[in-house]
């Protein structure tokens, strides 16, 4: 658990820091290029982190599958969580740059469209698992589901280039070098919390579990002490 601790300690500092530099980056040294810009600095650096907690989550998945190792679901199954928290924030700053960049909201632009399925596709995965009770099942079923529910990852990045999209392709955008600098520290920033998070939510899961497996075996303890007092006495 000390190393545990050391490690937190150290991402949080770091993501201080990088928060603090991503903020007077972007905000007080760079200089607005546009009045939108700065939803770029939040909307991006969600989307990036919703699409690398969605492939850690399918990574957790496979390894479950292959070991049934109970540490790799609970991965799974907390990144799958933070990639939703970070799909909502993508899909909300998105929608609001969209209102002031395209004056609607929501525009059933293909990037939108196939952004917020994926973000259903992983609601349902999460909706499947609590739905199951038995606990090894649970696991086996949500990483089956998580594998097919991953498809939507490539569809999402790749939707600007298969169909026609309001929303510019990485190679038309043009951005000034302290706007790139900014952008990158907000996305190391971003980085770094949604690690410190995912640290802490498993640390969290495997204590949780620790504390159930401790209550079944008293539980078993004392229902074997009951029955033996009872033959006891009999």
């Known amino acids: ?16 820091l990088a928060s603090i530099l991503a903020y007077f980056f972007s905000f007080v040294f760079v200089k607005a290029e546009r009045s939108d810009i700065y939803f770029l600095y939040l909307h991006v650096p969600a989307a990036w982190v919703c699409y690398l907690a969605f492939s850690i989550s ?14 790799s679901d609970i991965i799974a199954e907390n990144s799958a969580i933070l990639g939703l928290l970070f799909g909502a924030i993508a899909l ?3 929608s609001l740059w969209a209102k002031v960049a395209w004056n609607a ?10 952004t917020l399925i994926l973000w ?3 609601a ?20 089956v589901y998580n594998i097919f529910a991953f498809s939507t990852i490539p569809l999402s990045y790749l939707s600007v280039n298969l169909w026609f999209s309001l929303h510019p392709q990485t190679s038309e955008v043009s951005m000034s070098p302290p706007v790139i600098t900014a952008l990158l520290i907000n996305l190391f920033s971003a980085t770094l919390l949604f690690a410190l998070l995912l640290l802490m939510l498993n ?17 078993q303890a004392s229902e074997a002490s009951a029955a033996d007092v009872a033959d006891a006495e009999c």
């Not at 601790?5 to 993501?15: D, G, P, V």
């Not at 640390?203 to 539980?219: G, K, N, P, Q």
């Open 1 to 16: 658990m000390g190393g545990v601790r050391w490690k937190q300690h150290l991402l949080i500092y770091a993501a201080i």
């Open 58 to 71: 399918l990574a957790g998945s496979v390894a479950f599958i292959a070991k049934r190792s109970p540490r």
């Open 92 to 94: 909300i700053v998105g």
């Open 105 to 114: 909201y929501w525009n059933w632009d293909p990037r939108e469209t196939t």
């Open 120 to 122: 259903l596709a992983y």
């Open 124 to 143: 349902g995965y999460l909706s499947l698992k609590l739905s199951i009770e038995n606990e090894e099942k649970r696991a086996l079923v949500g990483a």
């Open 203 to 219: 640390e969290m899961r495997i204590l949780e579990r620790r504390i159930d497996m401790i209550f079944v075996a008293s539980s």
